[in-house]
Each structure stands twice: as C-alpha cells, then as structure tokens.
T-cell receptor, first 112, second 117 residues
C-alpha cells in the first residue's frame, strides 16, 4: 500500500469541528482511502472510506482532493469520546499489494 | 458493519508457557487475516499475514516458531505465543477483510492483552 503522512497530533475543543488531514501523494488509481481510529486499549475501528467522491456517514465525513493526493477526515462536532489516534491508510483493490500497514497516525486531543 | 471477535481479551501467563489467541470473523468469510502487536504509545506493527489453508507469511524479524499462526477455516485464525517470555507482553490485535467488494475495508478484533510474568 502507498505511504500516507499525517500530523502527529491535533487538538480541538468539545463540540467544535475537527479537520484531520492526510497526504498520500503516491496514491494509485485503484487505491481506496480508509480511515480508522483507535481508542485507548482497544482495537482500531473503521471510520470511513472513499475513492474519489466525498463521503458521509454517521461517524464522519471524508473530503477527497480533486487530484486525490490528500484527504481530510471531518468530525462535525467533536466529543470527548472522539479522543483517539486516527489512522489514514490506502487500500488497493486491484489485486496488487494488499497488506495493511499503519503509520503513527494523528493523536486527537479533545478539550472539554 | 462487519464484526471480528478476538478472545481472550486479556491473559496472564507464566514465563515458559504457551498462550493461544483466537480471531473470528463473525459475519463474513476471510481468506486472509492479519496479526499485529502494539506496544504502549506506538503504532500497530504487522506480525504476519494469515492465509486460510496455507502457511502464514511472517514479517521480517518475527519468529515463526515462536508465534505460531493457524488459519484453519475462513472464519478462524489463531495465534499461539510459544514459550512466552516477559518481553512478549504486549497488545495483540487481529484483523480481517471481506475483500475488494468493500473497498478492502479491514475490521479489527478488540485486541488481546498478554502479560507474561
């Protein structure tokens, strides 16, 4: 899977929107952009994924740049329970490399 | 969403003994499952790729004779830590994917805390 880069940490206040960026300049045409988050002492959980168009679900929104070289995970109203490490990874569906590897992710701190 | 269950959630064992951790995909079949370990405040480190019906593929530096992986069916993979030592104490996490139909989304188990005393 192609490499992604994320800021080490970000901070937000409760009930404010949070925009978590991810750069993936070497993305290929068959790579899906996936976001996961990991709460302390738990396994990661799936948040959202997309290919080209922006995506919304009950947890978050995913905004994908037109050239697909970057994306942003949007939490519309941060809560204390959103404090976690957020991982952005690429997943190839073409039958190529499929091993999911994770970087350090972004540690989100939410202030009450 | 798809569910992956991992058991046990935590285990304490004596040095020199073996411990088995199970990973099950509850509502989909997984030809491939992945095993990770994670130390405090660090990212997930891929240990091995578990393939149903064949031998696991281990990452460089991971001892295959120490971390035995068996993927006996499309819904079950097991990780056995043999002759455990205190340095094997860690958080072990499995994951599985239903495949390209879901954009290769990965679903994770709850994780298993292993403490070797």
């Amino acid at each position: 899977d192609a490499k992604t880069t994320q800021p080490n940490s970000m901070e937000s206040n409760e009930e404010e929107p949070v925009h978590l960026p991810c750069n993936h300049s070497t993305i290929s045409g068959t790579d899906y952009i996936h976001w996961y988050r990991q709460l302390p002492s738990q396994g990661p959980e799936y948040v959202i994924h997309g290919l080209t168009s922006n995506v919304n679900n009950r947890m978050a929104s995913l905004a994908i740049a037109e050239d697909r070289k970057s994306s942003t995970l949007i939490l519309h109203r941060a809560t204390l329970r959103d404090a976690a490490v957020y991982y952005c990874i690429l997943r190839d569906v073409s039958g190529g490399s499929y091993i999911p590897t994770f970087g350090r992710g972004t540690s989100l701190i939410v202030h009450p | 969403g798809a569910v992956v269950s991992q058991h046990p959630s935590w285990v304490i064992c004596k040095s020199g003994t073996s411990v088995k951790i199970e990973c099950r995909s509850l509502d989909f079949q997984a030809t491939t499952m992945f095993w990770y370990r994670q130390f405090p405040k660090q990212s997930l480190m891929l240990m091995a790729t578990s393939n149903e019906g064949s031998k696991a593929t281990y990452e460089q530096g991971v001892e295959k004779d120490k971390f035995l992986i068996n993927h006996a069916s499309l819904t079950l993979s097991t990780l056995t830590v043999t002759s455990a030592h205190p340095e094997d104490s860690s958080f072990y996490i499995c994951s599985a994917s239903p495949g390209p139909i879901s954009g290769n989304t990965i679903y994770f188990g709850e994780g298993s805390w292993l403490t070797v005393v």
